[in-house]
């Protein structure tokens, strides 16, 4: 029986990743199938910070500045640039050989048009906006101008990111587009070209290299260097069944699977496959309080959670490997150039904090409602870790009443700031990718904006001053003064627990090679696939 179910799978995954017509003319070596983690449901990489609409963008859009393997800013479209003695005037030149799918040269008006529609959404953008006096075309159509009112520190590291709100540039034309309105033309002048006959939401997304693409001279690095494609057709095939997934990359009829899945590792393992950590930050974990509803409206009940918590207990149910985990205390993620371990308390998650929790349970006033915790039964190891927090809470006095529901509706439902006897809820499990955590504006979970904040609705002036003053340190000792003093004050506001940091690795033919690695980012040039 066995034996007959997984033929049946591997016959159903290769009939779902069958080649279509279009397709039949490019030679097997140069077709690269890949299944993302997620499936592509909306194309603007302004109007969402999706991970998997980042990965869209990358393919097709480019960027002024790319980030290397090292996450340090790189030039991209941009051949030179130059920022004036007192840091309040920028600027740029875009290089030579930049043109758009549709075959129009790329000029600084498109790329002025593009950037002011990041400006509007991303946070970083709407810093810089904030400080703009003006952003305009200057001279020949290549050059741009961009002036200040005071200097910002992170320029180079807003206009270089991958994640999150990408500043990807399109013809001035769609850039018009509300930033708040999905765009519903998809022209970059990217490695790679969408092909919009070929989506099929829920099931398949097609890109074919760009023959007009000129990349740039040096090795690539992360979203930076020559992005040479090294295939003709890159095909996203979204297949809901992990196992079927996997048989189908065992057979050959998969190239690279983003996320495989923890209990399939040994097994692709032994049968050859390449198993390669390309998120090299890893995705640190969430417990998010509601900060408008009881008890988490106070903020001893908000310490008293931080307290309880048990990560190693909880990572242990999520992964079997303890290689995929650390526990990491750090709001601004182990392994990055952010990371401090300022503020941290000593014994997070021990008998003693767990004592201490339950003294602050009872000076909170707590009157032991159930706390209604979501639970995303469809997402296995964020399923785990929400069932071992119950069971932690419980112990200090927390009454739970955990709701089950898939991840679609948990997103849906934290948007309800009413009380969870009307819809709302007291807490989520959540994750972030590790390269927008690290950064204290693009974390936004870390934001204390009040009503303007992501669903939880942190709100402390204090706290939201020193995220506002990052970007403006005038040294490396600034910087890190308000890192410091940021973590200590997410310790005493506690706008998130954080429950460790995972690393879940890709799943690879050994037919393929040269893949890059980026913090959340799906990759496609420099991938060679040898023949069979």
């Known amino acids: 029986m066995i034996i007959r179910t997984a033929r049946a799978l591997l016959v159903a995954a290769a009939a779902f990743v069958a080649a279509p017509l279009a397709a039949q003319t490019v030679l097997p070596d140069r077709v690269l199938r890949m299944v993302p983690n997620a499936d592509l449901q909306t194309l603007d990489p302004i109007n969402t910070t999706a991970g998997v609409v980042q990965s869209h963008a990358h393919m097709i859009y480019d960027q002024l500045f790319g980030r290397d393997a090292n996450q340090r800013p790189q030039p991209q479209m941009v051949g030179a640039w130059t920022v004036s003695e007192d840091a309040l005037t920028w600027r740029f030149t875009l290089r030579d050989g930049l043109a758009f799918h549709d075959g129009a040269p790329v000029t600084a008006t498109d790329v002025v048009a593009s950037l002011r529609r990041w400006g509007a959404r991303d946070p970083h953008g709407r810093q810089i906006m904030a400080i703009t006096e003006a952003l305009e075309p200057e001279g020949d159509g290549k050059a741009f101008v961009w002036r200040l009112r005071r200097p910002y520190g992170l320029m180079l590291d807003a206009l270089s990111k991958p994640a999150g709100n990408m500043p990807a540039i399109m013809p001035a034309r769609i850039a018009a587009t509300d930033p708040f309105t999905a765009i519903t033309e998809t022209i970059g002048s990217g490695p790679f070209i969408f092909v919009r006959d070929e989506w099929v939401p829920g099931s398949r997304v097609v890109y074919r290299r760009n023959p007009n693409y000129v990349p740039r001279g040096e090795p690539a690095s992360g979203t930076a260097g020559g992005k040479v494609a090294h295939v003709d057709r890159v095909e996203w095939l979204n297949i809901a069944n992990a196992q079927t997934a996997v048989l189908a990359l065992i057979q050959g009829e998969l190239d690279y699977i983003e996320s495989p899945g923890v209990d399939f590792l040994p097994m692709l393992q032994r049968r050859g496959m390449q198993i390669i950590r390309t998120n090299t930050l890893g995705a640190p974990g969430m417990i998010r309080p509601n900060h408008v509803q009881p008890p988490f409206n106070d903020a001893r009940a908000r310490e008293a959670l931080m307290l309880l918590v048990d990560q190693e207990e909880m990572l242990q149910a999520m992964f079997p490997d303890p290689a995929l985990y650390q526990v990491c205390h750090a709001f601004f993620i182990c392994g990055s150039a952010q990371e401090t371990q300022a503020g941290v ?103 204390a904006s009040c009503d303007r904040a992501w669903p939880g609705w942190p709100c402390d002036a204090p706290h939201q001053a020193l995220i506002d003053a990052f970007p403006y340190a005038a040294s490396p000792a600034e910087r890190q003064r308000i890192l410091d003093e940021l973590q200590t004050s997410a310790y005493r506001l506690v706008p998130y627990v954080p429950f460790g940091q995972w690393y879940l690795p890709s799943a690879v033919s050994p037919r393929v090679s040269g893949v890059l690695a980026m913090p959340g980012t799906i990759i496609a040039w420099n991938i060679r696939k040898a023949a069979r």
Do not use: C, K
């Open 345 to 447: 308390p000593a014994g997070l998650g021990s008998p003693a904090a767990r004592e201490r929790a339950r003294a602050l349970l009872r000076e909170s006033g707590y009157d032991g409602t159930p706390v209604v915790i979501m639970d995303p039964t469809d997402n296995p190891f964020v399923h785990a870790a929400t069932l071992v927090l119950a069971q932690q809470m419980q112990s200090v006095g927390f009454r739970t009443d955990v709701q089950a529901m898939d991840f679609a509706s948990m997103a849906g439902r934290r948007a309800n700031r009413r009380p969870p006897s009307e819809g709302g809820w007291n807490i989520g499990l959540t994750y972030w990718n590790g390269l927008g955590a690290s950064d204290p504006v693009g974390n936004v979970p870390m934001q």
